[in-house]
């Protein structure tokens, strides 16, 4: 067996492990990285793809005088605005509408949004305004007859490459990283503090890694990893899944999301532009972990019902596809808690025998709950950690300004490289929206012919299955079409039209028998 030896060990490459382990790496420490499946491949590839303050919790924090909700609010502003700037080519600012019935429901989601805008400070990304029924027409021509909407701004991320690039960047800054390596136990010294971690690969290859500090940053799962290490844990997690679909119609052709104010159990729904089609979601229904990930058709009914509602011309909506993910909260300190109730913040835990856990939490605050994570690995190294250095997200430029300015130079020389087909725009965006400034060397490096665009819904070509496979950590045709790509988020049908260009890519590696993974399995019950 293997003998690894490390300052820290991360357990999950899910968006909380991916930045523990890049926030780690800054701060001088040597980490290892172990996924036991996919980076991102749980909860944190099958978001709603919102980074948003949470308009809802912002509600319920004035409607329960609870301060704790109205601190995340907050933080999580606060954070969508850093990955607006950190990550311009992943993330974008997406306005969506409010409707309301009556002038009295325009003057309070006025007032809640203008508070909702003033939270974010320096920090905002536009103010909150008024929508009259005209325009609300204009751009949801589809949409039942409103009074009016307000409209307000957060933001839209690509949740899967994002994960990813943190974790890249990690690695590629001197994290060890592991994917389809599991955790199988965790070792502890003759005092009773873990210090070492045994792991498994799908191949049955076992290796030991001797750590410092072990991080416990397995999402929804993270019960299984506390238990390893002290098998008298109470259980803190409660998982809730939320599912989605996706139309073929594209209800929001203008840009304009929606955001449906209530439901009869509670929560809000969103309807949003997604790839030319509308992301409809999401559904809180409290699960076991092992059918987290797994939609209802209770739950489809469900979403398919409020569309019909809001747009009662689309009276035969067609899925294209639909998955879920669980939402990993942290179990109340009371029974009969209502879960809608439940504070999305996190929580850092430290066992007596010194496993660091991070649980709860949300995708837009990720990199709070790495920093909070790592002041409880500083707590059990005893000594502070060095100060961070600058780490530009692999894609980025140094700065913010030259990023947007070496985007731009680079749509051109895109252009002079790609192939002259009525969709070359659309591949240019669509490269530029996944790899940021890798897109240029990327293309540079393909033969002409694995640049052609594969298909009409996303315009993914051959050179970037073959990068995904050699460059991104792909090991599966889920992996390269589901969370490398979007397509199978977008199309199922089409993802699995192209799952045999990626299959032959796999077998050129020596993969394919090894990680097969169909598509359907993945995303569909």
């Known amino acids: 067996m293997a003998d690894h030896t490390t300052d820290l060990l991360v357990v999950g490459a899910g968006a909380s492990g991916a930045s523990v382990a890049y926030e780690a790496v800054r701060r001088g420490l040597s980490v290892a990285l172990l996924e036991a499946g996919d980076i991102g491949g749980g909860t944190s590839s099958r978001s709603t793809k919102l980074l948003h303050g949470g308009v809802r919790y912002l509600e319920l924090a004035f409607k329960t005088f609870n301060p704790a909700q109205l601190k995340l609010v907050k933080e999580a502003l606060i954070e969508r605005s850093h990955w607006l700037k950190q990550a311009p080519f992943l993330a974008r600012r997406l306005t969506l509408a409010l409707p309301t019935d009556n002038v009295w429901g325009q003057a309070y989601y006025r007032i809640g949004l203008g508070i909702y805008d003033a939270l974010a400070g320096h920090q905002g990304i536009g103010s909150s305004h008024l929508l009259s029924r005209r325009q609300l027409r204009q751009a949801l021509p589809k949409l039942k007859p409103c009074q009016g909407a307000v409209a307000y701004n957060d933001g839209q991320f690509d949740d899967a490459r994002l994960n990813l690039l943190l974790a890249l960047t990690a690695q590629r800054a001197g994290v060890v990283l592991r994917t389809r390596c599991k955790v199988m136990a965790i070792e502890r010294n003759s005092v009773g503090r873990v210090a070492a971690a045994i792991s498994e690969t799908i191949n049955g290859q076992q290796e030991r890694w001797n750590a410092r500090v072990i991080v416990n940053a397995a999402g929804p799962g993270a019960d299984t990893l506390r238990h390893m290490a002290d098998p008298t844990a109470p259980a803190r997690m409660l998982t809730s899944r939320g599912s989605h679909i996706v139309l073929k119609q594209n209800l929001c052709q203008q840009g304009l999301g929606l955001l449906v104010p209530s439901t009869v159990d509670g929560r809000v729904l969103f309807m949003l532009p997604f790839f030319g089609r509308t992301l409809v979601g999401t559904t809180d229904e409290v699960c076991e972990l092992g059918t987290a990930n797994v939609p209802s058709s209770e739950e489809e009914a469900y979403l ?7 747009f009662p011309s689309v009276t035969k909506p067609e899925v294209t596809s639909r998955w879920a993910g669980g939402r990993p909260l942290l179990r109340p300190s009371r029974a009969g808690i209502d879960k809608n109730r439940i504070v999305r913040d996190h929580e850092v835990e430290t066992l007596p025998c010194g496993l660091v856990s991070v649980m709860g939490g949300k995708w837009t605050t990720c990199r709070p709950m790495a920093i909070d994570t790592l002041a409880a690995v500083e707590r059990q190294r005893g000594r502070p950690l060095p100060p961070a250095k600058a780490l530009s997200l692999w894609g980025s430029g140094a700065t913010v300004a030259t990023t947007y300015r070496l985007l731009k130079e680079q749509v051109a020389q895109l252009k002079a ?15 530029q929206s996944n790899y940021g400034l890798q897109a240029l ?17 996303i315009p993914l070509c051959e050179a970037e299955v073959s990068y995904a496979i050699r460059a991104e950590q792909a090991r599966s045709s889920t992996d390269v079409l589901a969370r490398r790509c979007r397509l199978a988020m977008v199309d199922l049908t089409e993802a699995q039209r192209l799952e045999p260009v990626i299959e032959k890519h796999l077998a050129q590696s020596g993969l394919a028998t090894t990680f097969a993974s169909p598509i359907d399995h993945q995303l569909n019950p």
């Not at 398919?304 to 809001?310: A, D, E, K, R």
């Open 441 to 457: 060397p990327l293309i540079e490096a393909a033969a002409p012919a694995d640049r052609e665009p594969l298909s009409d819904v």
């Open 304 to 310: 398919l019902n409020y569309v019909h509602q809001w």
């Open 417 to 431: 490289l790609l192939p002259d087909t009525f969709s070359r725009s659309a591949q240019i965006a669509h490269l």
